[in-house]
């Protein structure tokens, strides 16, 4: 095995980790709670909404890999990435007042559009300068799952704490949907600050030697070639597309299939990712015994078979509902964490090969994937609108074939997806045993 630095204590991971928690925040309410409040709260067509969505989007996944190359020039006293996630705080708390707090009923398009891109760009830069410091704070392979898993955790508390606001204003009767979102808005807005300067004070950040990056646009031809990145990328593609295309219909598929309420539906999000939070250290520790490749196969096998199996459980139960979420959410953290764990590794093997360290640009690629991904998903938005599915069905309800298109979408596509992504990596290259051999080839180089 290579030779093995500090261990991160549990203290420093849970204040570099608590960053996730305002940002997953975003993660989950921008694809989940957003398309579905300015549809019908804010009185936008859907279709107009998944446009909108989709081309901030488009222009966002132009720009990662910028920022990505831009952290990886960056030499500063203070670090690399840390200067950047400083910048990122006040650019993302104005981002959550416009978009959930000052938004009235009858704005227009432009101005989603324009507060979005905001929002966009500073949560690109906040993401980024996050798994990139991640991957330095531990090189070796298994401490480095250990990073992301904690990473992993606390975003999905994040997520738990977000979705649980909406519906505890509405449960204790304090306000309705459209109040629990602007709680959403002032939660961000007063947790970026906080955690953010918690990290910067108690995280330290390691520099890798190397080179300064240089070339052009065929630096991303060239890394894109690997058979490791392109891999990661195909499986992180796939994998962001399905529970992007879950995220988006869920409150529809609940209240229109299912029968269920906003709030209800809010609760079977909440123990969904509950499951993907009590899973999270299985697959941690199930990567350390069999490969983080192999681990998250089996995780996307598993996935797979149980998002079937919870979702076409007839309605009427919510016992039994939630109790199904909760159990097809376990596999949930696998991907998220282990595949940013993966290309970590990989930014190390092309450290090796090029001498140069181009982790920010890697993980910008994977980010752009990711979002590419959630674009993808948010075509079933498109789709509906054009079969004629309503946010707000009228008196006589929403048609049988929008219905059933509606259930397709929602069960049959995230499961093929998410067995593809297993398929994709098959015969992974960079195991275990091959990285311990990159990393005795960088210590050795010094």
Request: charged share 15%; net charge neutral; proline share 6%.
């Given at each position: ?292 490749d192999r681990a998250l196969i089996v995780a996307s096998a598993i996935f797979a078979s149980l998002y079937v199996v919870a979702t076409l459980l007839p309605g009427g139960s919510f016992a039994l509902t939630g109790a199904a979420m909760f159990v097809a959410g376990l596999p949930y953290a696998a991907g998220l964490f282990l595949l940013r764990a993966m290309m970590a590794d990989a930014g190390d093997e092309v450290r090796l090969e090029t001498g140069v360290d181009r982790t920010a640009l890697m993980f910008s690629i994977l980010s752009a994937t990711t979002k590419l991904g959630h674009v993808f998903a948010l075509i079933p938005f498109t789709v509906l609108g054009w079969i004629g599915f309503r946010a707000v069905p ?53």
């Amino acid at each position: 095995m290579a030779a093995s630095s500090s261990r991160r204590s549990n203290a420093v991971l849970a204040a570099f980790s608590s960053v996730c928690l305002p940002l997953a925040a975003f993660g989950v309410a921008l694809p989940v709670v957003l398309p579905d409040y300015y549809a019908r709260h804010v009185g936008l067509d859907l279709a107009v909404v998944g446009y909108i969505f989709m081309a901030v989007r488009a222009i966002d996944i132009v720009l990662d890999p910028l920022i990505g190359s831009a952290m990886d020039r960056t030499r500063t006293r203070w670090g690399r990435y840390r200067p950047w996630m400083a910048a990122s705080a006040p650019v993302l708390m104005l981002a959550a007042l416009m978009i959930f707090v000052m938004v009235r009923p009858g704005a227009g398009p432009g101005y989603l559009f324009g507060w979005l891109l905001v929002l966009y760009l500073g949560f690109s830069v906040g993401t980024l300068s996050q798994l990139g410091w991640a991957s330095v704070l531990a090189p070796e392979y298994d401490q480095r799952s250990r990073v992301y898993a904690w990473w992993q955790a606390f975003n999905i508390v994040g997520v738990i704490a977000i979705l649980i606001l909406p519906a505890a204003i509405v449960q204790l009767g304090l306000g309705d949907y459209v109040a629990g979102v602007h709680v959403m808005g002032w939660a961000i807005f007063a947790a970026l600050p906080l955690t953010i300067s918690l990290a910067l004070a108690a995280v330290p950040e390691p520099i890798n030697p190397g080179d300064a990056p240089h070339g052009g646009w065929r630096i991303y031809v060239d890394l894109l070639k690997r058979p490791t990145v392109s891999r990661l990328l195909l499986a992180d593609l796939l994998l962001g597309i399905a529970p992007g295309v879950t995220g988006a219909l869920l409150f529809f598929f609940f209240d229109e299939i299912k029968g269920y309420g906003q709030a209800e539906a809010s609760i079977f999000m909440l123990l969904y990712f509950v499951g993907g939070l009590c899973g999270a250290p299985i697959w941690a520790r199930l990567a350390t015994r069999i490969g983080k490749d192999r681990a998250l196969i089996v995780a996307s096998a598993i996935f797979a078979s149980l998002y079937v199996v919870a979702t076409l459980l007839p309605g009427g139960s919510f016992a039994l509902t939630g109790a199904a979420m909760f159990v097809a959410g376990l596999p949930y953290a696998a991907g998220l964490f282990l595949l940013r764990a993966m290309m970590a590794d990989a930014g190390d093997e092309v450290r090796l090969e090029t001498g140069v360290d181009r982790t920010a640009l890697m993980f910008s690629i994977l980010s752009a994937t990711t979002k590419l991904g959630h674009v993808f998903a948010l075509i079933p938005f498109t789709v509906l609108g054009w079969i004629g599915f309503r946010a707000v069905p009228g008196p006589e309800g929403n048609s049988e074939t929008s219905l059933l298109a509606l259930q397709v979408m929602f069960v049959t596509v995230p499961a093929l997806l998410i067995a593809a992504a297993a398929l994709v990596l098959r015969n992974y290259p960079l195991t275990a045993e091959r990285h311990d051999e990159v990393r005795r080839a960088l210590e050795a180089r010094g």
